[in-house]
T-cell receptor
Framework: NAGVTQTPKFRVLKTGQSMTLLCAQD?????MYWYRQDPGMGLRLIHY???????AKGEVPDGYNVSRLKKQNFLLGLESAAPSQTSVYFC???????????????FGPGTRLTVT | ELKVEQNPLFLSMQEGKNYTIYCNYS?????LYWYRQDPGKSLESLFV?????AVKQEGRLMASLDTKARLSTLHITAAVHDLSATYFC?????????FGAGTRLTVKP
């Protein structure tokens, strides 16, 4: 099992450009999350999904959109990137109905995004 | 609004010493997590605490939860250099996860 993977690992954007970050998990998890981590801070929840086709806003959703068309994938989009979105983005997943209740959140390796 | 406060934010310890990191939160919670993060890396799960009075131990780390006081502690026993990292607590409530700012731990010989 690869666990949680994120694509790309690094990206540099110019202000106003758009991009999509891909998170994939192979653990049959129901829940998926997108976080951002700024220097010297804890993670902040951007959006989350409790199942295929459903998404909801987290603590800092402005400037981002998400989609969960397939259970194993959770996409994070930036329509018009701004320097304030320079951050490290982490994806996480949790809870499989098949393997039973587990409260662990499994994190991906992160995507380092710089917006100039 | 759910808020999480961690202290201290910076901690420099001598090897062999004991210390405690504190995590206070503002509203009732479904569960509390402790994570470790090394520089430039992702988060490594240490503990998940589910109920009042829960205590979990792994090696030199022990975590506890007091839901009435809305307080969790991460106790470090006989610190070693390999424990140098940033430690985060996070509180989960109704699909919302809030992290503390982290405690940057440095263990010196």
């Amino acid at each position: 099992n690869a666990g949680v993977t994120q694509t790309p690992k690094f990206r540099v954007l110019k202000t106003g450009q758009s991009m999509t970050l891909l998170c994939a998990q192979d653990m049959n998890h129901e829940y998926m999350y997108w976080y951002r981590q700024d220097p010297g801070m804890g993670l902040r929840l951007i959006h989350y999904s409790v199942g295929e086709g459903t998404t909801a806003k987290g603590e800092v959703p402005d400037g981002y959109n998400v989609s969960r068309l397939k259970k194993q994938n959770f996409l994070l989009g930036l329509e018009s990137a701004a320097p304030s979105q320079t951050s490290v983005y982490f994806c996480a997943s949790s809870y499989s109905r098949v393997s039973g209740v587990s409260y662990e959140q499994y994190f991906g390796p992160g995507t380092r995004l710089t917006v100039t | 609004e759910l808020k999480v406060e961690q202290n201290p934010l910076f901690l420099s310890m001598q090897e062999g010493k004991n210390y405690t990191i504190y995590c206070n939160y503002s509203t009732t919670s479904d569960r509390l997590y402790w994570y470790r993060q090394d520089p430039g890396k992702s988060l490594e799960s240490l503990f998940v605490l589910l109920s009042n009075g829960a205590v979990k131990q792994e090696g030199r780390l022990m975590a506890s939860l007091d839901t009435k006081a809305r307080l969790s502690t991460l106790h470090i026993t006989a610190a070693v250099h390999d424990l140098s990292a940033t430690y985060f607590c996070a509180v989960y409530n109704n699909n919302d996860m809030r992290f503390g700012a982290g405690t940057r731990l440095t263990v010196k010989p």
